[in-house]
């Protein structure tokens, strides 16, 4: 078989968006000099095939015309960061593709597109949750929504649950910093654990006094 005939149906890639481990979406994309990398999947290129150039496009999440399109680049590269002058909206839902080529070979098709969601603009909304290590609110939800993101930080670690449910699997979150300076937070996707009606968030912290939700 032509190379050109293999390249054109290798669509498999494996992309990362930032730091965020391949295939899981990144919550907290920063809206300027966001970076993307991608490898190509095991046995969707020929043995020995080198990339010659590549293109990449960054859409909203719900599919419309690209916000950014890096055009046809040469070389073998597979990592972009977007240049300081492409902004993105704070707080958005994307979603990124590539596409690749070989020298001597056609384009392979366009990537799987992967999603993403950039980082809030600020914390003028943080809320306390409640008093001490053991925090606990509740609110209500008319229907249940179609996007939910939480933003945690509770210094000296903390585990966040919703509705009984723990919230994700990290240990000692959020890393260590100099808190005067810096506070670092995390953040979910908590829609699953949502519904109509009444809803319970609550954490646990450690022995520190702030925790943000």
């Known amino acids: 078989m032509a190379l050109g005939a293999v390249l054109a149906a290798a669509s498999l890639y494996v992309l990362r968006t930032e730091h965020q481990p391949p295939g899981e979406i990144a919550l907290t994309v920063p809206t300027s000099n966001a970076r993307f990398t991608w490898q190509h999947a095991g046995g969707a290129w020929p043995r020995g095939a080198v990339q010659s150039s590549f293109r990449l496009q960054v859409m909203p999440a719900n599919g419309t015309a690209p916000v950014y399109d890096s055009g046809e680049r040469g070389g073998g590269a597979q990592h972009l960061e977007l240049s300081p002058n492409v902004m993105l909206m704070a707080g958005a839902d994307y979603a990124w593709r590539v596409r690749a080529a070989v020298a001597g070979g056609a384009a392979a098709a366009w990537s799987a597109p992967l999603n993403f969601t950039t980082a809030p603009s600020s914390w003028s909304g943080a809320q306390w949750i409640g008093g001490r290590n053991q925090l606990r609110s509740s609110f209500t939800l008319p229907s249940r929504p179609t996007r939910a993101r939480a933003y945690v930080s509770g210094l000296g ?6 509705n ?3 919230v994700g699997d990290h240990v000692l979150d959020p890393p260590q910093t100099v808190y005067p300076k810096r506070v670092d937070y995390m953040a979910f996707d908590v829609l699953p654990l949502l519904t ?3 809803n319970v968030v609550g954490a646990l912290l450690g022995n520190y006094k702030w925790g943000y939700v």
């Open 196 to 198: 109509s009606g009444e």
């Open 164 to 166: 009984g449910q723990r």
């Open 157 to 162: 670690a903390f585990y966040l649950y919703v």
